[in-house]
C-alpha cells in the first residue's frame, strides 16, 4: 500500500494550499480561498452577486427606455430631471456596452 501524508500543506499551480482552505470551481477557473479570510470572501461575493444581478436587470429589454441623444432630450425636454436621468443612462449604455 503506498505512504501518503494527509493534513498537510501542499503547492498546487505555483498556489499554497493548506488543510481547511476552501476550493472553488467554476467554468472561468478554480481559486483557494484561504481558511482564515472565507467569511469575509464569502460576505463580499455575495454582496457582489447582488449588486450584479441588480445592474442586470437594469438591462433587461423591457426595464429601460431608449437613450434620446442630447439635442432630442433639450427639444423634447424642459425638465431638468429629465435630461440628467437621460444623461446618466447614456453614459451607463456607453459603459455597458464597452464591456461586453
Known amino acids: ?3 501518503y ?3 498537510v500543506d501542499i503547492q498546487c499551480g505555483g498556489v499554497l494550499v493548506r488543510p481547511g482552505d476552501i476550493i472553488v470551481g467554476d ?3 478554480v481559486v483557494v480561498v484561504p481558511k482564515q479570510a472565507a467569511e469575509e470572501i464569502v460576505a463580499f461575493a455575495e ?3 447582488e449588486v450584479e444581478a ?3 436587470q437594469m438591462f433587461k429589454p423591457k426595464a429601460y427606455r431608449p437613450v434620446l441623444t442630447t439635442r432630442q432630450v433639450k427639444r423634447s425636454s424642459n425638465s431638468i430631471a429629465e435630461k440628467d436621468a437621460a444623461n446618466r443612462s447614456a453614459v451607463m449604455l456607453r459603459h455597458y456596452r464597452k464591456t461586453d
Open 47 to 49: 454582496e457582489y452577486e
Open 54 to 56: 441588480h445592474i442586470l
Open 5 to 7: 501524508d494527509e493534513n
Open 1 to 3: 500500500m503506498p505512504e
Open 27 to 29: 467554468d472561468d477557473g
